[in-house]
């Protein structure tokens, strides 16, 4: 299985932007897809946007229009470019591997923290 790491975490003021990383060693080239969850304290996971292995992207509502899911296959991390940030964006954000092989079903990491203060 495959673990990603998250990083890029931080805390922000309304309206700034951070940008997430997802590394998965391998990930690329065993042609997996990526999803991006986040939780917010006392909430159920979300699932917020997606890239698949042929490059199609995809989002939640609640972020279409400020968040951009991107990647660099050569280095095998997936980027999440967030921007105008809004405090119900605070939550803990993690990525996940997935697709129809075996060998893209990806673990959980420790994800990373964002928190926006209005």
């Known amino acids: 299985q495959v673990q990603p790491v998250e990083s890029g975490g931080g805390s922000v003021q309304a309206g700034g932007s951070l940008r997430l990383s997802c590394t998965a060693p391998?990930?690329?080239?065993?042609?997996?897809?990526m999803d991006w969850y986040r939780q917010a304290a006392g909430k159920q996971r979300e699932w917020i946007s997606a890239?698949?292995?042929?490059?199609?992207?995809s989002y939640a509502d609640s972020v279409k229009g400020r968040f951009t899911i991107s990647e660099d296959k050569a280095k095998d991390t997936v980027y999440l470019q967030m921007n105008s940030l809004k405090p119900e964006d605070t939550g803990m954000y993690s990525c996940?591997?997935?697709?129809?092989?075996?060998?893209?079903?990806?673990?959980w990491g420790q994800g990373t923290q964002v928190t926006v203060s209005s």
């Open positions: 996940k591997t997935r697709g129809w092989s075996g060998r893209c079903s990806g673990s």
């Open positions: 890239i698949s292995n042929v490059g199609v992207t």
């Open positions: 391998g990930f690329t080239s065993m042609n997996c897809d």
